[in-house]
């Protein structure tokens, strides 16, 4: 029995790998959780496990952009107070994340039963090549819209963008950079707002299911490979996070494209 923990413990913290590694990149996180598992051995991954990596991950995206959700926080409450205009840039770009959260945040409550159900490798497959054929398409847009010069209409597309990565299979991150880099936005505007949408739709998920979480019938029995995978999630995301910002800084997201092909056709060849 000890040996078998163990070696359950060492394969979670590995699939706690994947899923920090690819939460941040265009490649569809839960797509590679599920491959994960299935080479392993270990079946599925219920509700529970992502509710607790998710939140690890959540965890390091808001140690990353600690000093910018700060400086949201205390400039949209000083616009308020105020109206002074030095303010008003990060006031609406606040607004603005409330409002591209908006749909994803509806349709993930009208639709959990839906997203919560499992997909097959094929399904996981098609989406890599929707979102390589995405990648490719947007891989030569430079934009030149700055946190300032966001509008109404590029919050709600690329917030639909963020929706339509309900579907078991989408990047979440792949589906709301194409979004921002199409409506005209910087690299690192683009970046920083796909990032702001997905800290409150993530909290909303971490809230949601935190019923299940404390419901979790063995938590005492995995404790010790839930701590270990929460950890490793949360220091590969950090990483992972500023290896990408990197990678945006340099207009490299065709690489992501030539990924999802490679991976996408492998999987129809061997799944």
Request: hydrophobic share 50%; net charge positive; glycine share 8%.
């Amino acid at each position: 029995m000890e040996n078998f923990d163990i070696i359950l413990t060492i394969k979670m913290i590995i699939i706690g790998l994947v899923q920090g590694f690819t939460e941040p990149i265009p490649v569809s996180s839960s797509g590679h959780v599920m491959i994960a598992s299935n080479i392993l051995g270990v079946g599925e991954q219920g509700f529970t496990f992502a509710i607790l990596t998710n939140t690890a991950s959540l965890v390091a995206i808001l140690y990353i952009y600690r000093k910018d959700i700060s400086r949201l926080v205390v400039n949209t409450i000083q616009y308020i107070r105020t109206r002074e205009q030095q303010y008003l840039a990060d006031f609406k770009f606040a607004i603005f994340v409330i409002i591209g959260s908006i749909p994803a945040g509806v349709l993930g409550v009208l639709l959990s039963d839906i997203i919560a159900d499992s997909t097959s490798m094929t399904t996981i497959a098609i989406t890599l090549f929707v979102t390589g054929i995405a990648l490719w398409l947007i891989r030569n847009i430079r934009g030149t819209k700055r946190d300032g010069d966001l509008t109404t209409k590029d919050a709600v597309i690329v917030g639909l963008g963020q929706a339509v990565a309900l579907t078991p299979g989408i990047s979440r991150s792949g589906a709301t950079i194409i979004s921002a880099l199409a409506v005209g936005m910087k690299q690192e505007t683009a970046l920083r707002f796909s990032f702001m949408l997905y800290i409150p739709v993530s909290l909303g998920g971490v809230v949601l299911g935190i019923s299940d979480f404390l419901a979790e019938p063995n938590k005492a029995e995995l404790a010790i490979p839930y701590s270990a995978t929460f950890i490793a999630t949360m220091i590969m995301t950090y990483f992972a996070m500023r290896w990408f910002m990197g990678i945006m800084k340099n207009g490299k997201l065709v690489y992501f494209s030539y990924y999802c092909f490679i991976v996408g056709a492998l999987l129809l060849i061997f799944f």
